[in-house]
């Protein structure tokens, strides 16, 4: 157990990291745009066409490890009303909940992947096809729903004191 907590971490960390990095290295590309406009006056067509695709890409990075970190739902205002088994089983609950919520957005967005496949839709100016990223997006999504799940199983499965 130790051992898939250890990889589901290093996995989901670095992932953020990478979502992380592409958000930098966008920043700096809309630097580089807003001084070719101020001083040539010419733009960066990717910053306009990509920038919201490579945006969404990050932030859906972001989202693995705050699940594997336990940043979900979690009932703390119960917790001096209930013992301490009891607040376990509520967060295993919205551990459980928040495991299929992501996972049904995964799916989702796999299936719009898809169609934008078939409809071969592609960026405005550059002509880049979008489907690379909502693949990217789903896939993501699909791992913190894995983390989640196995955040669940830890906090269902593995009495306290045990880890």
Same mark, same amino acid.
């Given at each position: ?9 290093? &996995? &989901? #960390? ?11 290295? +966008? ?11 101020? &001083? ?7 910053? #306009? ?13 972001? /989202? ?31 551990? /459980? ?10 799916? +989702?967005?796999? $299936?719009?992947?898809?169609? +934008? ?5 592609? &960026? ?12 990217? @997006? ?9 983390? +989640?799940?196995? #955040? ?5 499965? @593995? #009495?306290?004191?045990? $880890?």
């Amino acid at each position: 157990m130790k051992k898939i907590s250890w990889f589901l971490e290093l &996995t &989901t #960390r670095s992932i953020a990291v990478g979502g992380l990095s592409i958000l930098l290295f +966008q920043a700096f590309l809309i630097v580089i745009d807003g001084v070719l406009r101020f &001083t040539i006056s010419v733009s960066m067509d990717i910053v #306009r066409d990509v920038g919201p695709l490579a945006t969404a890409v990050a932030v859906a990075c972001c /989202l693995p490890v705050v699940l594997m970190e336990g940043g979900n739902i979690i009932m703390r205002p119960f917790a001096g009303l209930r013992s301490p088994a009891a607040v376990r089983g509520i967060d295993a609950f919205a551990s /459980l909940f928040s495991s299929v919520v992501m996972a049904v957005l995964g799916v +989702q967005f796999f $299936k719009y992947a898809h169609e +934008q496949l078939k409809a071969n839709e592609i &960026t405005f100016m550059l002509g880049i096809p979008k489907y690379p990223f909502y693949y990217a @997006i789903a896939s993501i999504i699909i791992l913190g729903a894995a983390a +989640q799940l196995f #955040r669940f199983v830890e906090l269902a499965i @593995i #009495r306290e004191g045990r $880890k």
